[in-house]
């Protein structure tokens, strides 16, 4: 059982290039989430979906695509990256029901830089 | 709007010693709040969690938070420190109706001394 998978695990990228980080999952959830973890802000909800063809903004949605159209992945597009993208990027998912009690379960982080 | 504070970004302790980690929320309805755990170069793991149930929460590895409404508080504890403890904790509430979004604290890395 693979869990949350994320790639790539580091990427660099230069102002202005775009990207998507993917994410995928096997345990059939229906809540996917990503975060961003910057130093002393601890994790910062960026966009979620509660199922496939739903998705919403988070905290910080701003430079960020998202879309559903399965339920196992979660793809996170930059359209045009900026040096204050970089950042560790968590992917997280649930069941539905459990999402509502905060039991996410978390990829490994992909490390983005942007020059 | 609902947040947490984590107080010290930085505790360190000796091997076997207690481990305090201190959070403090605000909301303005009963949260949900939970303690997650992250190893370097790891995601998070769930510690443990209150859901409005026991207000003396028992986690994974030893680890207990109590819920004191009071003093708005959901501080981490485990009697003895071990050196596999060494990791970034986190604490995040939710609000009970939400679809399921975390809003996280700052962390606090634990060190823990031989």
């Known amino acids: 059982n693979a869990g949350v998978t994320q790639t790539p695990k580091f990427q660099v990228l230069k102002t202005g290039q775009s990207m998507t980080l993917q994410c995928a999952q096997d345990?059939?959830?229906?809540?996917m989430s990503w975060y961003r973890q910057d130093p002393g802000m601890g994790l910062r909800l960026i966009h979620y979906?509660?199922?496939?063809?739903?998705?919403d903004q988070g905290e910080v949605p701003n430079g960020y695509n998202v879309s559903r159209s399965t339920t196992e992945d979660f793809p996170l597009r930059l359209l045009s990256a900026a040096p204050s993208q970089t950042s560790v990027y968590f992917c997280?998912?649930?069941?539905?029901?459990?999402?509502?009690?905060?039991?996410?379960?978390f990829g490994e982080g992909s490390r983005l830089t942007v020059l | 709007a609902q947040s947490v504070t984590q107080l010290g970004s930085h505790v360190s302790v000796s091997e076997g010693a207690l481990v305090l980690l201190r959070c403090n929320y605000s909301?303005?309805?009963?949260?949900?709040l939970f303690w997650y755990v992250q190893y370097p170069n790891q995601g998070l793991q769930l510690l443990l969690k209150?859901?409005?149930?026991?207000?003396l929460v028992k986690g994974i590895n030893g680890f207990e938070a109590e819920f004191k409404k009071s003093e708005t508080s959901f501080h981490l504890t485990k009697p003895s420190a071990h050196m596999s403890d060494a990791a970034e904790y986190f604490c995040?509430?939710?609000?009970?109706?939400?679809?399921?979004?975390?809003?996280f604290g700052q962390g606090t890395t634990l060190q823990v001394k031989p």
């Open positions: 345990m059939n959830h229906e809540y």
């Open positions: 209150y859901t409005s149930a026991a207000t």
């Open positions: 979906s509660v199922g496939a063809g739903i998705t």
């Open positions: 995040a509430v939710m609000l009970s109706s939400n679809t399921g979004k975390l809003i």
């Open positions: 909301s303005s309805v009963p949260p949900y």
């Open positions: 997280a998912s649930s069941q539905s029901g459990r999402a509502k009690t905060g039991e996410l379960f």
